[in-house]
């Protein structure tokens, strides 16, 4: 299993590498968001939160937790997909947050918006990525 500084090296790189509008506004001018799909404490709060410690000190700008629950997390990773593409909205969630609601539901909303530069990491599949409505 990789250390959390492996991943979230990692995740940070491929966030930075597949977010060009990002280094052209001096990026991060301001605060980042992760939205989680589930309520906090649990595995999934745990991970953002400790991956929003590191940011912070790495990229020197506060990165907020936001947990957003409900419709087995379709109001949260709907949230980040509408969200503007500027790389401050992130979404971390699993396969059930992220693959199987669309294929079980009907969404308002592109649920393919949200696979677009993604990074993988974890024993879950935990997906973090920058997303928004194009």
Known sequence: ???VKALFLSVVCIFL???PNAFSEGYPSHPITIVVPFSAGGPTDTLARILAQRMTVSLGQNVIIENVTGAGGSIAV???VR???DGYTLSIGHVGT???NGAI???QYDLALL???YSRGGFASIHLRQCGHR
Request: charged residues 5%; hydrophobic residues 35%.
């Open 1 to 3: 299993m990789p250390s």
């Open 17 to 19: 590498a597949t977010s």
């Open 78 to 80: 709907g949230r980040v």
């Open 83 to 85: 969200s503007t593409p």
């Open 98 to 100: 992220h693959v199987l």
């Open 105 to 107: 539901y009907s969404l």
């Open 115 to 117: 696979w677009q530069n």
